[in-house]
């Protein structure tokens, strides 16, 4: 069998994986300039794509029931075709950014992050299949083509996202960000012990950011005076990590949530757990993401009080997860497959 005939012989297929994160500090204001510090975490969003059988320009997206029927809100089951749009917008701003426009594919999801809880399950699947879909077509895309081409769904779905999700899914690890593209590693040896606690209600990023952007522009001296507590809160934070004071890190985290209820995008339940965690023993708490429910994150001083403070929660009604930290960001690999 001649070389031509064995390329013929063989269709490529690839995978990718991209984690969650959490923001540590700097949610809202990021948006404003301040710096935000985020951390990938161990829950993550797969992609697998390959070409279709007609290879007819069509881009197939397909996402398991369970997946929507756990995480999305009525009218997101109800409008599928909207949810699985920015997805498709994902794949062929990637084939058009690689010269692939009309080359169809498939793509399957398999997202374990609950979506619109603050973790970043949009920007983990987009940019899982942005690296699916390109490594599919034979094409290396570094991380920098990954974050610009992640911001055409993130704009679709969010209006005008700070990059600081697709940053973290991206390069993994603990990010300070700030916009517009502006990604500082923040190395540290030992990780603190986090506590992820989802509420279960959700919420809609866009509406939420967009209200604090008003605000900013009407209570000009406040919103300044916010932003400068802010630094000194990212600041802090990184000080914090750098020097494994877990103390300190958790009074900088409930000093960010004190100001995130101020500018009104907390939510009575996630005061209710972030208060329930910090009775229980938490270093410090405060919701992740743009607000309005999702999720809290607590600092703990050890991985028995994590597990107590899990317990109240969760008889608080929430859903706790421990969480650690992704150290390689986003993963992607092509699979080769024979045909006989």
């Known amino acids: 069998m001649n070389l031509a005939s064995k390329r013929a012989r063989r269709r490529s297929s690839a995978q990718a994986r991209a984690p969650g994160k959490i923001i540590l500090a700097g949610e809202q204001f990021v ?15 797969n992609a697998e794509a390959k070409p279709n059988a007609t290879n007819d320009g069509s881009i197939g997206i397909d996402i398991p029931l369970r997946y929507l029927s756990k995480s999305a809100t009525p009218s997101q089951l109800t409008d599928i075709g909207g949810f699985l749009q920015p997805l498709r917008i994902a794949a062929e701003a990637t084939l058009d950014h690689i010269g692939k426009v009309g080359q169809g594919v498939d793509v399957n999801v398999d997202c374990e992050i609950p ?13 899982a299949i942005i690296s699916a879909v390109s490594q599919c077509q034979g094409a290396d895309l570094d991380r920098r083509e990954i974050f610009k081409l992640a911001f055409i769904p993130e704009r679709f779905l969010h209006g005008k996202p700070s990059g600081v999700d697709q940053a973290t899914c991206i390069y993994g690890g603990t990010i300070q960000f700030t916009r517009p593209s502006t990604v500082k590693p923040v190395q540290y040896r030992t990780n603190p012990v986090f506590l992820l606690c989802d509420t279960g ?3 809609e990023t866009k509406r939420l950011v967009g209200s604090v952007v008003k605000k900013s522009l009407v209570e000009k001296k406040l919103f300044r005076d916010y932003l400068d507590q802010v630094r000194e809160i990212s600041r802090g934070v990184v000080r914090a990590l750098k020097t494994e004071d877990s103390v300190d890190l958790g009074s900088l985290m409930s000093t960010n949530h004190e100001l995130l209820q101020k500018i009104g ?57 421990a969480i650690s930290r992704d150290v390689h960001g986003v993963v992607a690999r092509p699979i080769v497959t024979v045909l006989k």
């Open 265 to 321: 995008v907390s939510h009575p339940k996630l005061d209710q757990l972030v208060r329930v965690a910090r009775r229980s023993g938490a270093l410090g708490a405060k919701l992740t993401g743009a607000g309005g429910g999702g999720c809290i994150v607590a600092v703990c001083a050890t991985a028995r009080d994590r597990d107590r403070i899990a317990r109240a929660l969760r008889k608080e009604g929430g859903t706790p997860y």
């Open 31 to 45: 948006v404003l300039g301040a710096p935000a510090v985020a951390m990938a975490i161990n829950l993550y969003s």
């Open 201 to 203: 209600i959700h919420h």
């Open 115 to 127: 979506i619109a809880a603050g973790l970043g399950s949009s920007a983990a699947t987009t940019v």
